[in-house]
C-alpha cells in the first residue's frame, strides 16, 4: 500500500494477540503509529515489542473496553503521545458458546458487555477525538459472520451482540458522514488465531480429537481452510487508509465465502 499510512495514528484494541495484534503489525509497516489497547498489558507489550522490531512505531495502553474512563484514557494516550487520532480499530471481543437456556444473566452482560458496549465506547471516544480535531478519520469496528447471519448453533448471545455491532456501524456512518469521519465494519468468518484453539482445546479431552475437530473447521468456509489474521488485517487497513476514502458505513465479510453459500 506505499505507506499510506505514513504519519498516522492508529488504536486498536484487543490487540494483545490475534486479529488485533495483526492489525498492530500490518498499520505499523504502512508507517502509522500504533496504539496498542489490551486488558492484558504484558501481552500488550509482546505485540509493541514485535513492532519496533520489525522497524515500527507503537506504544501499550492497558484498558478494559467495557469501562468507558479506561477507554478514554487509551484515546486519550494516543492523542498525547503523537498529537492526532487518525483511526480506530475496535477489535476486543470474546466468544460465548451456550444455548439460551443455559446461560446465565451475568453471562449474557459480559458478552454484550464486551463484544458490542466496548465497541460503542471505542466508537464515542475515537468520535470525539476527532472531531475535536476537525479533519476526520477512521472507524472500523470488528464483528463476526454471526453479526449477519446465524452461522453457528449454540451463540444467541454471541450473535446478537455481534449484529448490534453491525447496526451500531451503519447508524454511525450516516450520522458522522459529514464529519468526514468514516466508520465501517469487518466480519471475519472463521480465523485461525489462539481464541479458535482455546475453544478447540474446550471440546474433545483426547489430543488426536482436538487435532481432527481442528482439521473439521478447515472445510466449513469454502476456500477450504480458515483465514489468517492478516487477512483480516490487511482489510481493516485498506478501510482505514486514503484508497477508502469514499467507503462508509461498509459491511464487508472476510469469511472465505462463508455468508455466500
Sequence with gaps: MDAQLDGRTVVVTGAASGIGRACALAFAAEGAHVG?????????????ALVEAAGGRAHATRADVTRSGEVEAAVAAAVRATGRLDAMVNNAGLVFNAPITETTDEQWRRVVDVNLTGVWLGCKHAIAAMLARGEGGAIVNVASVAGLVAAFSGQPA???????VVQLTKALAIDHALDGIRVNCVCPGVVDTPMIDDAIASWPEDPAERAAAKQAIHGVQPIGRMSLAADVASTIVYLCSPLARDVTGAILPVDGGLVAR
Excluded: F, W
Design 36 to 48: 496498542v489497547v489490551d486488558v492484558r498489558e504484558d501481552a500488550a507489550r509482546e505485540t509493541v
Design 158 to 164: 454471541y450473535i446478537a451482540a455481534k449484529g448490534g
